[in-house]
């Protein structure tokens, strides 16, 4: 049978990417590939809109998000957690799993946070010294008001920004600099269109000060030996060289595409999947403030979205993802990021219009596929 | 210019392998990567001679080291290292940076560590409760005698012998369960011949009961999280599937060519190297039990062993590995492992006789390459 990848990561990898991973090994000290990887983390600072060290690590996205707590953050320090799903859940995993101290803000699944939480948590406890949040909580399919949250934590020379990116960078925009992003943690295998394998993580001034006082054991993921390392365009262990070779690729057709483009791109095929839906009668999951990267669909009254997930794979070779946690059986989620294009969308409404009918629903086929059609056609 | 990498890791990758990992990207959480998955983690236990668990986990073997030190030991436990290179100097690092106490067996650069002097301290010192080596010693080219070792840690029931066999898996015989290694590190990028991103580490029984008294904070290498995901062929976080499938076809391979012959190939890779080399003057640097992963080389008196590595690289393409830290410019090594087959080493020993010649070196060509021929031409 035929496959098709649309699950919100790891996402379809292009067939430029793939090739250019299957030439002969680089060696990670050779100059060769020391200039490629000069590029590659110039690159990838364009994709973060920022000047700040951004890491390359050879790890995936929950690496990058360790790091980020166990270099800046000591026991017994205070961190204000914005939980409002599985991942924000991870966040409150690694703080405690480092000694940190968690307040967290419980969100509603579906829902996204407010920013007068943050504002009314920062007042009443001064001495927090991050605020964790995901631009995109990709169990959930909602993006956090990361902009606003930014304004905020800046006010307060004492406390990072740490933002999980991994869904949202190079999806919708997300000014690191601009909106005051102290670090910022992304993964290959989403809009990258990587394999899995590695993660990046951007650090601001403000991150780096407050490292130098942390008290938490680290090794691997000690980030000040990367930046060290960074200086001579090398990496402090050995590089994923493939991966990095991937990357280079990966990053050369996101500038040929643009920032804004791509955008815009991931904005109307999440528009179109959410439409195509309403129009047979399913709900796109979130209640607000849904996410251009991911849609998370509710499955109709009376019909199981775990069978409707496997039904797309089993019958018809289209590998989505079902819902995790309390989400399982509820939802089913379609990915909007990446080498994801127009016609990855029609297949994706067809697919799920024809396992429906499989199942008994009363749709009229092709009513979904149209309503994305029109919109896909547009500018 | 045509392009040679002989050096020892990232080794060379088969077109085999770099074609299955160029196939479209396979969903980590997909019933047919688990498939896949529970082969390779059968398989590798074969390659480790181990009814252990072993973990793959998404890093360098670097990471993997991190993770023997976090999930075993505790701040103020006392550990025994044996420093003799570079990689048994990094694991005083990461069991320093983990607060645990190390007592240094230093070892001469070129030597191996002499078993009673293990013995020795373990008398000395009760409470050690680990005994970390490295298998192979990359930067120096000498393989520790583990069995000795392994039988004398044996006797110690509060102590664990931790092996660094990143460059030593799948070169030499080493029996995980028959020499008593109760955790032992492996990489991807050596003689199992893929890209760097993997790290292996199985882990015995006796390792797992001292585990559940570890103390050190870890959440990405926390390994009983690892072993739980094992249990239904997953791994904790997203897997890296391209090197996955990679590592399924590199088994495959390994296992038609079995054991025993791959053990013998690399020994007489590695005789043949060292051989031809005295053929022309060098003297390989170990001054007892060369390694048969990598061969270390002196640089003939009055010549740089910088200048050779960096001729072989731009006169003729051939990517070997010069010395690190006190063998900067006094050495130069080349792989015996993984995809390396016999004219591999025709093509160093050559390149090496002609890299001197253009260096004013009166060796007569040809001299190392006909006594390379003999070795390589017996059973």
């Known amino acids: 049978m035929k496959r098709y990848l649309l699950a919100p990561g790891p996402t379809q990898v292009s067939p430029e990417v793939l090739l250019a991973m299957a030439q002969p090994i680089l ?25 700040n060290d951004v890491l390359i690590l050879a790890s995936t996205g929950t690496g990058g998000m360790d790091g980020s707590v166990s270099n800046f953050f000591s026991p017994g320090d205070h961190a204000l957690v914005v939980n409002g799903g599985k991942f924000g859940e991870r966040w409150t995993k690694i703080c405690k799993a480092y000694g940190v101290i968690v307040e967290e803000i419980m969100v509603e699944w579906g829902h996204v946070v407010n920013p007068n939480q943050i504002t009314a948590a920062l007042q009443k406890d001064p001495s927090i010294k991050g605020v964790f949040v995901q631009a995109s909580e990709t169990s959930t399919g909602v993006a956090h008001p990361i902009r606003e949250i930014g304004e905020i934590v800046k006010a307060y020379p004492g406390c990072l920004m740490v933002v999980d990116a991994v869904s949202a960078l190079g999806v919708f925009d997300i000014q690191t600099d601009g909106w005051g992003i102290d670090i910022m943690v992304a993964g290959s295998q989403k809009a990258l269109a990587l394999p899995p394998g590695l993660s990046f993580v951007s650090i601001s001034p403000k991150a780096w000060a407050q490292g ?3 008290k938490n054991a ?8 990367e930046k060290d390392a960074l200086a001579t365009n090398q990496t402090a262990f050995t590089a994923p060289v493939s991966l990095i070779v991937g990357l280079d690729q990966s990053l050369k057709m996101m500038k040929e595409e643009g920032l804004a483009n791509i955008f815009a791109r991931s904005a109307k095929l999440a528009l179109a999947t959410r439409e195509a839906m309403k129009a047979i009668g399913l709900k796109p999951y979130p209640k607000e403030c849904p996410s251009d990267s991911v849609t998370a669909i509710e499955a109709p009254e009376g019909y199981d979205g775990e069978k409707i997930y496997k039904d797309l794979r089993v019958k ?7 819902g995790q946690d309390q989400l399982k059986g509820k939802v089913f989620r379609i990915a909007n990021m990446g080498y994801i294009d127009t016609f990855d969308i029609i297949i994706a409404v067809a697919a799920v219009e024809m396992v429906l009918k499989g199942m008994g629903h009363p749709l009229k086929l092709g009513t979904g596929v149209g309503v994305a059609q029109e919109i896909l056609l547009k500018k």
Request: hydrophobic share 35%; no cysteine; net charge positive.
């Open 27 to 51: 060696h990670h000290r050779a100059p060769e590939f020391q200039t490629l990887f000069k590029r590659v983390t110039e690159d990838i600072k364009w994709l973060y809109q920022t000047q």
């Open 212 to 214: 130098e006082k942390a």
């Open 218 to 225: 680290k090794f691997y993921f000690n980030f000040k030996k």
């Open 316 to 322: 018809y070779g289209i590998t989505a993802a079902g």
